[in-house]
């Protein structure tokens, strides 16, 4: 499957943002979905998850301000970020699980197949 993420750009803390992330194929909807960040320096991180049955996962540092949502019909992943702080300054990528369970969103990026490539997110202060 190929995915293609948009949305990101340049925006002062406290501003949102809605990543979305196009899958190619028909099968989208039997699919884990995730998203993923990397810093400068830094890991890769998961940063959201959501199951075949929209059971979704959050990392600890963006509960509350993030949501992530899957619209099968459009085979279309979204990532909605609200309240941006600078330590959100990432590269996002979205990924498919393509082994992808009703109740588990999958939290190791090993689960992960398919990747997008990227888009850039930067909050400024």
């Known amino acids: 499957v190929q995915l293609q993420a948009s949305g990101g750009g340049l925006v002062q803390a406290g501003s949102s943002l809605r990543l979305s992330c196009a899958a190619s194929?028909?099968?989208?909807?039997?699919?884990?979905m995730g998203w993923f960040r990397q810093a400068p320096g830094n890991e890769r991180e998961l940063v959201a998850a959501?199951?075949?049955?929209?059971?979704?996962y959050y990392a600890d540092s963006v509960k509350g301000r993030f949501t992530i949502s899957r619209e099968n019909a459009k085979n279309t992943l979204y990532l909605q970020m609200n309240s941006l702080k600078p330590e959100d300054t990432a590269v996002y990528y979205c990924?498919?699980?393509?082994?992808?369970?009703?109740?588990?969103?999958?939290?190791?990026?090993?689960?992960?197949?398919?990747w997008g490539q990227g888009t850039q997110v930067t909050v400024s202060s």
């Open positions: 990924a498919a699980d393509l082994g992808g369970r009703w109740y588990d969103p999958g939290i190791q990026s090993s689960m992960y197949e398919s």
């Open positions: 959501i199951s075949v049955g929209t059971y979704t």
């Open positions: 194929g028909r099968a989208f909807g039997t699919y884990g």
